[in-house]
């Protein structure tokens, strides 16, 4: 019971980016521009996490920047390119293609990330049942393209 939060506000977040992507492709209609709706996109997240950061007390922390990796910093262009490409292929593909699309590509990436270890994260190795579910959301992703 204690592991349901850790479901459910991902859960939340993966329903609210299917609203994003219709979202931003509006934004991007009344701003003329795909990358500059994305970033106005950002910028809105941006505000809203740091004035959560100051709410709950954790402001201190946003000068710590510079201490990591190289790449623990790349997770604002993650969130560039999935929105930048959500907002652009949701109007020409549909909302359940894009996000199909989106999936696949997180779990082909999660799998890997877990087998090898990357990022810093624990290995958890590929199975047969790592394998299925990417068949399964291939073969989604296949039948919906078929009808686009």
Known sequence: MD??????LPL?????????APINARLRV????PVASAALSFV???VVLVVGALVVGQGSSLVNIGGGP?????GGLCGAVLVFGTLVAAPRVGVLTTFVAVV??????AAAIDNFGWFGQPVASFGWDRILAVVLLLASLALLVRRV
């Open 3 to 8: 592991r349901i939060p850790y479901i459910l």
């Open 12 to 20: 939340l977040g993966g329903a609210l980016i299917a609203a994003q």
């Open 30 to 33: 009344v701003v003329g521009s």
């Open 44 to 46: 809105v997240g941006t």
């Open 70 to 74: 190289w790449w623990a910093y790349l």
């Open 104 to 109: 696949l590509g997180q779990v082909v990436l």
